[in-house]
């Protein structure tokens, strides 16, 4: 089974633009998260999609948007890009396993995100 | 105060040792709990998931959960280089976010 998909895997931007990330979700999963990573803060939640709804939001400013289709793939979009959204760009697919009803949460590979 | 707090590290324990880190969490009524193992570079990885009062076991590591104390911590035994990583705790709160403490680095030492 292909794990998560994240593209691009780096990015260079300039202050000012905007970026649009995406991730594919390991088939079958119907929740997708997103989180930025930085040596400084570390893992910080950013939003959360469950059957193209969110179902949960971080505390970060509205120039961080995202959305999830009919197929579960996701986008993130960061407007007027600061110095300080460089960062890694991580996307996780999760399931509850119906069995167990342990949760599993898998990450993608990230997109290294640099604004320049 | 913030949502999940680990020890800082880095910590470093000779091959054969037993790692252990430790967490605290903030919302009480936290249902979730989850470790995961971050390699420089790679994307963070599940460990362990425990979501009641006790330890949980799963091969060389063991969770342990608190909920009165709203404490979480996990034990490596006999520590080999390969999990030389950084250790992520995870909590999932009350209102369903996901937050990650800042992570323990542990060195294993050959």
């Known amino acids: 089974k292909a794990g998560v998909t994240q593209t691009p895997r780096y990015l260079i931007k300039t202050r000012g633009q905007q970026v649009t990330l995406s991730c594919s979700p390991i088939?079958?999963?119907?929740?997708v998260s997103w989180y930025q990573q930085t040596p400084g803060q570390g893992l910080q939640f950013l939003f959360e999609?469950?059957?193209?709804?969110?179902?949960n939001k971080g505390n970060f400013p509205g120039r961080f948007s995202g959305r999830q289709f009919s197929n579960s793939r996701s986008e993130m979009n960061v407007s007027t890009l600061e110095l300080g959204d460089s960062a890694l760009y991580l996307c996780?697919?999760?399931?509850?396993?119906?069995?167990?009803?342990?949760?599993?949460?898998?990450f993608g590979s990230g997109t290294q995100l640099s604004v320049l | 105060q913030k949502e999940v707090e680990q020890n800082s590290g880095p910590l470093s324990v000779p091959e054969g040792a037993i790692a252990s880190l430790n967490c605290t969490y903030s919302?009480?009524?936290?249902?979730?709990f989850f470790w995961y193992r971050q390699y420089s570079g790679k994307s963070p990885e599940l460990i362990m998931s425990?979501?009641?009062?006790g330890d949980k076991e799963d091969g060389r590591f063991t969770a342990q959960l608190n909920k009165a104390s709203q404490y979480v911590s996990l034990l490596i035994r006999d520590s080999q280089p390969s999990d030389s990583a950084t250790y992520l705790c995870?909590?999932?709160?009350?209102?369903?976010?996901?937050?990650f403490g800042a992570g323990t680095t542990v060195t294993v030492r050959a």
């Open positions: 996780a697919s999760s399931f509850l396993d119906s069995r167990t009803f342990n949760e599993k949460l898998f």
């Open positions: 088939s079958g999963h119907r929740s």
């Open positions: 999609y469950f059957s193209e709804t969110q179902r």
């Open positions: 919302d009480r009524g936290s249902q979730s």
């Open positions: 425990i979501y009641s009062n």
């Open positions: 995870a909590v999932r709160s009350n209102d369903y976010k996901l937050s």
